[in-house]
């Protein structure tokens, strides 16, 4: 089967860099998504890596090593408003060419003045 | 350019009700997935519609049915409701391939809490 791992929880100061960490155990690989996801709203996309390495949008980057089955969203200069649950979501190598998602459970992150 | 849109917001019903909830995709997607997402945990898949046919499904009972119209919106359908089905149910919607410009994007989502 299909698993995806998460910290459950994790907490961090305004203006620091936070590091969350998601690996997965699948059965062939196509490529990892990361959303973010506030309370009672949608998850909205913020990144997606299908080879390894590191690839950077602004404050946030995110990490693939295929190899480890491991990846890494990496948050700079929190914010408030970067308080929210993080999503990390691989495409269903199973699932015949489609477009199917598998999420994790989540990482609530809380960020503190 | 509107983004995916779904309704309603939020529904209250009883156990062994039915239920359908609505979704408009983003402009320019044809596929439209369904996701229940239960508190605390992460979206769970129910099923994936594109050219008005149901071609992949998740682990989920003949309850959850869908359909997809020639517009591309979708009704996701849920019958003989039990207390269990209370989640937020969310449509995604994307182009049919598996590249990085097939990301879903997902709607603000329906509350349903059955009492």
């Known amino acids: 089967g299909q698993n995806i791992d998460q910290p459950t929880e994790m907490t961090a100061t305004e203006g620091a860099i936070v590091q969350i960490n998601c690996t997965y155990q699948?059965?062939?690989?196509?490529?990892l998504f990361w959303y973010q996801q506030h309370a009672g709203e949608a998850p909205t996309f913020l990144s997606y890596?299908?080879?390894?390495g590191l690839e950077e949008k602004g404050r946030f980057s995110s990490f693939l090593s295929r190899s480890k089955g491991y990846s890494y969203l990496l948050l700079k200069e929190l914010q408030m408003k970067d308080s929210a649950s993080y999503l990390c979501?691989?495409?269903?190598?199973?699932?015949?060419?489609?477009?199917?998602?598998?999420f994790g459970a989540g990482t609530r992150l809380a960020v503190h003045p | 350019d509107a983004g995916v849109t779904q309704s309603p917001t939020h529904l209250i019903k009883t156990r062994g009700q039915q239920v359908t909830l609505r979704c408009s995709p983003k402009?320019?997607?044809?596929?439209v997935s369904w996701y229940q997402q239960a508190l605390g945990q992460g979206p769970q898949f129910i099923f994936q519609y594109y050219e008005e046919e149901e071609r992949q499904r998740g682990n989920f009972p003949d309850r959850f049915s869908g359909h997809q119209f020639p517009n591309y919106s979708s009704e996701l359908n849920v019958n003989a409701l039990l207390l269990g089905d209370s989640a937020l149910y969310l449509c995604?919607?994307?182009?049919?391939?598996?590249?990085?410009?097939?990301?879903?994007?997902f709607g603000p989502g329906t509350r349903l809490t059955v009492l």
């Open positions: 699948t059965s062939g690989f196509n490529g």
């Open positions: 995604a919607s994307s182009t049919p391939g598996e590249t990085s410009t097939d990301t879903q994007y």
């Open positions: 979501a691989v495409r269903d190598p199973n699932s015949g060419g489609y477009n199917k998602l598998i």
């Open positions: 402009s320019g997607h044809d596929t």
């Open positions: 890596n299908v080879l390894d």
